[in-house]
């Protein structure tokens, strides 16, 4: 085959997708749509069916005005639908951001360990990848930031907060002296910063959304997902909010009619249950400081215990095993998947009902008990 050489040995995306009795894996929200979420999608997909012979708004006008009103609602910012962008998945968003701002001769810069899918995104669109370190403790050193801009040029910078896979959201303090980097770095043309708040629902009390800052910063994209708090991993939305410019850029890369009319109607149909929405990612909140709490409980009877992450997100990252593969088949084993990922030792859990989540605490248990000596020392 004729393929692109750096395509050539590449293997495509793949979290195992097992038939499993506890799914805990990819970060889905473990409720499905209740009957009423169920009735509203039906109703509104059959009258969407009923122009199908017709291409969908290419715009999506009505759609992006519901998600300027649950952005507003969510984060208190006041926000217009101008200012919002839409595709298939916030996987396509950044597609779309680097397809407009990457590109040959271009730079992404984002910081490690963080999404196994940006360098993807980056490699597809011919971007030249890049990557800073994160602290020990995750979070993004505003000087490291600075010096790596500097040094790397970027035209598109990726900060993930919540970070996946290790739940770590950034203050806004960091935002802004990434922002001014980039400024610094180039006057002119400063790169886009992506903030990407897919689990930004999930934030605990006290952490503001990046989206206080979009007035003052053009270059400041925050994408979005219906994708884990929404409960609509199948459906396939995510967004963005930026100022209209930015937004303008996106549309002009985007395939025609990308977003097809079923889609648009399922959404909109999903979001005026925001408030049930909502208040179930509550008490998924509560499951995740739980899980937190327990792991950092967890003792061998040799005394060592389990470095857990602060979490932000509706997954935890704990560790460290001497054998991670061997504690995730164990929990297989067990009927519990999670995902082996993130840096060497640590695995990631995704927070379910209260019964996965026991059934993912009983499998934890016999698993260290079983695997003598396989949670690391640490010092
Ligand atoms: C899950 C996830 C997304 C969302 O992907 P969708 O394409 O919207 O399903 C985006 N960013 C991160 C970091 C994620 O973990």
Do not use: C
Not at 43 to 66: H, T
Not at 191 to 200: F, K, M, R, S, T
Not at 282 to 294: F, I, Q, T
């Amino acid at each position: 085959m004729p393929i692109r050489p750096e395509l050539a040995h590449e293997q495509p995306y793949g979290a195992p997708q097992l038939d499993v009795p506890v799914l805990l894996n990819v970060n889905e929200n473990p409720y499905p749509p209740s009957p009423d979420v169920v009735e509203t999608i039906s109703r509104e997909v059959a009258r969407a069916a009923e122009g199908l012979n017709r291409y969908p708004d290419r715009d999506f006008s009505e759609l992006r005005q519901d998600l300027a009103d649950y952005l507003a609602l969510e984060t208190g910012v006041a926000m217009d639908p101008f200012s919002v962008w839409a595709a298939n998945g916030s996987n396509e968003v950044m597609l779309h951001l680097l397809q407009a701002f990457g590109g040959p001769g271009r730079t992404a810069l984002s910081f490690a360990p963080t999404y196994s899918m940006y360098p993807e995104y980056a490699r597809d669109t011919h971007t030249r990848w890049i990557t800073a370190r994160r602290d020990e403790d995750f979070t993004v050193d505003p000087r490291t930031a600075a010096a790596a801009i500097a040094e790397h040029r970027p035209s598109v910078i990726l900060l993930a907060s919540p970070n996946n896979p290790t739940g770590t959201a950034l203050p806004p303090s960091t935002i802004e002296a990434v922002l001014e980097a980039a400024r610094t770095a180039d006057p002119a043309t400063p790169a886009v910063v992506v903030v990407d708040e897919a689990y930004a629902e999930f934030r605990r009390a006290g952490t503001p959304s990046a989206v206080s800052l979009l007035a003052d910063h053009p270059n400041l994209a925050v994408t979005r997902t219906m994708s884990k708090a929404f409960a609509l991993a199948g459906a396939r939305v995510g967004y963005l909010a930026a100022q209209p410019d930015l937004v303008d850029a996106l549309r002009v890369v985007r395939l025609p009619y990308h977003l097809s009319a079923v889609t648009q109607a399922v959404a909109r149909a999903a979001l005026r249950h925001r408030d049930t929405l909502m208040a179930q990612v509550g008490g998924l909140r509560e499951e995740r400081d739980a899980l937190v709490a327990w792991l950092r409980e967890q003792r061998t009877p040799a005394g060592a215990g389990l470095r857990v992450a602060d979490s932000d997100a509706n997954f935890v990252l704990f560790g460290t095993f001497a054998d991670r593969h061997a504690v995730w088949q164990g929990l297989l084993d067990r009927g519990v998947l999670i995902r082996e990922t993130g840096p060497d030792g640590w695995l990631r859990v995704s927070v379910g009902t209260p019964q996965e989540n026991a059934a993912f605490r009983r499998a934890l248990t016999d698993v260290v008990e079983a695997l003598t000596n396989v949670i690391e020392e640490t010092a």
